[in-house]
T-cell receptor, first 111, second 112 residues
Framework: DAGITQSPRHKVTETGTPVTLRCHQT?????MYWYRQDPGHGLRLIHY???????DKGEVSDGYSVSRSKTEDFLLTLESATSSQTSVYFC??????????FGPGTRLTVL | GQQLNQSPQSMFIQEGEDVSMNCTSS?????WLWYKQDPGEGPVLLIA?????ELTSNGRLTAQFGITRKDSFLNISASIPSDVGIYFC????????????FGKGTKLTVNP
């Protein structure tokens, strides 16, 4: 157990509304990641962080922003949700030797 | 970007059978990781491999880092119903990279 929690676990929202997902870790890991998982695409990296206020884009970052004001929290924001952002979102932290450990996921539905 | 080819996409086996799946890449990898994902949950790390030729076991699971550094294999012996899930390979092709490359997964179904 890497001490990762995600909130909310499930969310239904409407197109055009802002949505923020939270990832919280308890073990002071430097690196944190946000992925989305969709059928046929596997896990795709949205954004990641390598320290407080230090973030970078992944392969599918359009329409998403992130913030990390504290080591333990990494927030993913959809400024104006679209139906194409319906997905399962996973947060991960980087462990030793390039390993990554995942949270339980957030299932987001955009109507 | 870099992609991993994972096969087979799905497997249907009988309880007690052995299972083998693999991942290949077009470039050399420095780390290979294998994950399992149960329905409705996040991927869980099963095995990490760091050296070419390395063979590592975790219970009934055995994984190998291919000698060419472009592939990896995961074997499950004497499968049981709780082995059901999706198995992902992942790797680091840049040595200490901040990011991993993931395969698309092998979905395993075990019939009792």
């Amino acid at each position: 157990d890497a001490g990762i929690t995600q909130s909310p676990r499930h969310k239904v929202t409407e197109t055009g509304t802002p949505v923020t997902l939270r990832c919280h870790q308890t073990e002071n890991h430097r690196y944190m990641y946000w992925y989305r998982q969709d059928p046929g695409h596997g896990l795709r990296l949205i954004h990641y962080s390598y320290g407080v206020k230090d973030t970078d884009k992944g392969e599918v970052s359009d329409g998403y922003s992130v913030s990390r004001s504290k080591t333990e929290d990494f927030l993913l924001t959809l400024e104006s949700a679209t139906s194409s952002q319906t997905s399962v979102y996973f947060c991960a932290i980087r462990g030793q030797g390039d390993t990554q450990y995942f949270g339980p996921g957030t299932r987001l539905t955009v109507l | 970007g870099q992609q991993l080819n994972q096969s087979p996409q799905s497997m249907f086996i009988q309880e007690g059978e052995d299972v083998s799946m693999n991942c290949t890449s077009s470039s050399i990898f420095n780390t290979w990781l294998w994950y399992k994902q149960d329905p409705g949950e996040g991927p869980v790390l099963l095995i990490a491999l760091y050296k070419a030729g390395e063979l590592t076991s975790n219970g009934r699971l055995t994984a190998q880092f291919g000698i060419t550094r472009k592939d990896s294999f995961l074997n499950i012996s004497a499968s049981i119903p709780s082995d059901v899930g999706i198995y992902f390979c992942a790797g680091d092709d840049q040595g200490g990279s901040e990011k991993l490359v993931f395969g698309k997964g092998t979905k395993l179904t075990v019939n009792p």
